[in-house]
């Protein structure tokens, strides 16, 4: 199991932002991928934006296009999620995740808590 650990969790305003980073315990070069899930309270976990790591290609939801922005970060094993303009439905554990790597395996961290208030 390779570790990632979330940080930049908080609790903001709506229109607000936060910067979520996700660092991992090898090299991002390892996986073909990474991305970031929310889990809104009561509801299932669902993608909101995703890279792939060899050429930078992105993809996001279209509840978050034009105010997330994820990135491969400054250290070879980060990377981050900008959140621009918060809505209060944006509110819920975010999760990081990294794969498949050489064995075929995906990833998880823990999560961090978001909490946009209105």
């Known amino acids: 199991h390779v570790q990632l650990v979330e940080a930049g969790g908080g609790l903001v305003q709506s229109g607000g932002s936060l910067r979520l980073s996700c660092a991992t315990a090898?090299?991002?070069?390892?996986?073909?991928?990474m991305g970031w899930y929310l889990q809104p309270p009561g509801n299932q976990r669902e993608l909101v934006a995703g890279i792939i790591i060899n050429g930078g290609r992105t993809n996001y939801a279209d509840s978050v296009k034009g105010r997330f922005t994820i990135s491969r970060g400054s250290a070879k094993n980060t990377v981050n999620l900008q959140m621009n303009s918060l809505k209060v439905e944006d509110t819920g554990v975010y999760y990081c995740?990294?794969?498949?790597?050489?064995?075929?395996?995906?990833?998880w961290g823990k999560g961090t808590l978001v909490t946009v208030s209105s």
């Open positions: 995740n990294a794969g498949p790597d050489s064995y075929g395996l995906d990833h």
């Open positions: 090898r090299s991002i070069l390892a996986f073909h991928a």
